[in-house]
C-alpha cells in the first residue's frame, strides 16, 4: 500500500509501539492513541507521529482520534489496535469462591468491547474512502493472543476476551468485503513488552525457552514486521495469524 494515514490504538507501548515505529518507518502518516500521556507524547516526539489521549472502551474519544486521523489526506487507511489488559485468576476456588465478575466485565470491556468499537468507527470512517490504486479503502488489524486458543489456569477472563476477537474476524471481514476494507487479527504468543518486563530476567528467559523454536521471547518489532506485511499483502483478510515460535502453553 502507498503510504497513508494509519492509527495505532495502544500505541504508547509494547507491541502498539512497535506498529507505530513500524508504520512510520514505511512513510505512514501515523496517529498513536493510547491512555498514556506522557509514553505517547515522548514516542510521537521520536519517530514524527501525532499523538491523541483515547481510551478504547469510549466512544467519543475513539470516534474523535479516527476523526483526526482520517482528516488527513486520502482519509484514514490503516488502524490497528493494541490496546488491551491482562487479567488473572480462576474461575472458582475452594479457597476463594467465584471470581467477582466484575474481573470479568473489565477484562472483556477493555479487550473484546474496545476492539469492537475500535474496529466498528474506523470501518465507518474507511467507507467514506476513495479506493486507491489496488481498489482498496482500508485494513484493520485486532489483537489477540494464543491464549484465545491454549488459556492457562487463570485465564479464563483474558481468554475469553481474546476468543471473542478471534470469532469477530471472519464475520467483521465478510461484512466489509463490499466495501473493499480488509479485517486480520494477530494472536501474539510470548513478547518481550513492558507487560513481560515486570517479571525478573530469569523468568522471562525460562518463559521463553519454552517456545519451541526460536526458544526465547518474541521481540516487538516481529509483532510490527507483521502488522506491515499485513497491510501491504491485499489476499490476507478474515484470518487470524498466530505469531509464536510454535508455543502451545501447557495448563500452567
Ligand atoms: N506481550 C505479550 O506477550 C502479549 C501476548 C499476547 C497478546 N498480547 C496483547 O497485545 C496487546 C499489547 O500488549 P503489550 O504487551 O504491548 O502491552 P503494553 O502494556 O506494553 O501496551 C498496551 C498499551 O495499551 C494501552 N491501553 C490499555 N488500555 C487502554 C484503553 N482502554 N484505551 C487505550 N489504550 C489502552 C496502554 O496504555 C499501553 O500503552 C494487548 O492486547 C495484549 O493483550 C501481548
Known amino acids: 500500500m502507498k503510504s497513508s494515514s494509519a492509527i495505532v490504538f495502544g ?6 509501539e512497535a506498529a507505530a515505529r513500524g508504520l512510520a518507518a514505511a512513510g505512514h ?3 498513536i492513541a493510547d491512555l498514556n500521556e506522557e509514553k505517547g507524547a515522548a514516542l510521537v516526539t521520536e519517530i514524527g507521529a501525532d499523538f491523541l489521549k483515547a481510551d478504547v472502551t469510549d ?6 482520534a479516527i476523526a ?7 482519509g484514514l487507511r490503516v488502524c490497528v489496535n493494541c490496546a ?3 487479567a488473572a485468576g480462576r474461575i472458582a476456588s475452594a479457597k476463594h469462591g467465584a471470581a467477582p465478575l466484575e474481573g470479568y466485565q473489565w477484562a472483556i470491556n477493555i479487550n473484546l468491547i474496545g476492539t469492537i468499537n475500535v474496529l466498528r468507527l474506523a470501518a465507518e470512517s474507511m467507507i467514506g474512502n476513495e479506493p486507491d490504486e489496488r481498489g482498496e479503502r482500508g485494513v484493520c488489524i485486532n489483537t489477540a493472543s494464543i491464549a484465545a486458543y491454549d488459556g492457562q489456569i487463570g485465564q479464563t477472563a483474558y481468554a475469553a476476551s481474546k476468543g471473542g476477537v478471534v470469532g469477530l474476524t471472519l464475520p467483521a471481514a465478510r461484512d466489509l468485503s463490499r466495501d473493499a476494507i480488509r479485517v486480520m487479527t494477530i494472536a501474539p504468543g510470548l513478547f518481550d513488552t513492558p507487560l513481560l518486563a515486570l517479571l525478573p ?3 522471562r528467559t525460562a518463559l521463553g525457552e519454552n517456545v519451541p523454536y526460536p526458544p526465547r521471547l518474541g521481540r516487538p518489532e516481529e509483532f510490527g514486521a507483521l502488522a506491515l506485511h499485513i497491510v501491504d499483502n491485499q ?4 484470518e487470524v495469524i498466530r505469531l509464536d515460535g510454535a508455543l502451545r502453553m501447557a495448563p500452567k
Request: glycine share 22%; no cysteine.
Open 235 to 238: 489476499m490476507l483478510n478474515g
Open 68 to 74: 483526526s486521523a482520517a482528516s488527513a489526506e486520502g
Open 59 to 64: 466512544e467519543e474519544s475513539v470516534r474523535a
Open 84 to 86: 488491551g489488559v491482562g
Open 11 to 16: 500505541g504508547a507501548s509494547g507491541l502498539g
Open 201 to 203: 530476567e530469569e523468568a
Open 29 to 31: 502518516k501515523v496517529t
